[in-house]
């Protein structure tokens, strides 16, 4: 049973919540990466930023819909939704654009459960963890290559 530990990465690109927006499309680019794990100054994990963070900043901001109810205005969105739209595409650090919320794998994990993990929670990037530290990353490419049998044999 081909497992997360036989698939992954051990060359992890981790950022810091710290870095500037500028810096981290910059890192993306030169180490041909789509995302990486945030951490702390103890290399604890704090979150996750991908390269969707960052297209996210140069969408169209849309302006919420209004009703006019009698002399109400009443906007159909909420307003904290607004908000935090407005903080993403103003960001100007890591930690104000990466998702806290990190879903991981273990290194004993299976191929099945790490497909299916992807699939149905719409994931593209796992980092694999062992005693509660990064010791590896899993990208929907190397679960390609352990499906087709190439297990270790990544090209990073």
């Not at 530990?5 to 810096?23: G, Q, S, Y």
């Not at 006019?68 to 906007?75: T, V």
């Not at 969105?77 to 908000?83: L, M, P, Y």
């Not at 919320?101 to 994990?109: D, F, L, S, Y």
């Amino acid at each position: 049973m081909i497992q997360a530990k036989d698939i992954m990465r051990t060359d992890v690109v981790t950022v810091t919540p710290e870095m500037t927006i500028e810096e981290l499309g910059r890192l993306f680019i030169d180490k041909g990466i789509s995302g990486a794990p945030v951490v702390d100054a103890e290399k604890r994990l704090v979150g996750i930023v991908t390269e969707n963070d960052l297209i996210r900043q140069n969408k169209r901001f849309h302006i919420p819909t209004l009703i006019r109810i009698f002399d109400a205005m009443i906007p159909l969105e909420t307003s904290s939704a607004v908000e935090k739209e407005i903080r993403t595409m103003s960001a100007s650090r890591v930690s104000e654009i990466c998702s806290k919320r990190v879903i991981t794998v273990e290194t004993g994990t299976s191929l099945q459960d790490i497909a299916t993990i992807m699939a149905e929670k719409n994931v593209h990037l796992l980092p694999v963890m062992s005693q509660g530290r990064i010791v590896g990353i899993i990208g929907k490419m190397d679960v390609i290559r352990g499906s087709l049998g190439e297990a270790g044999q990544q090209q990073r």
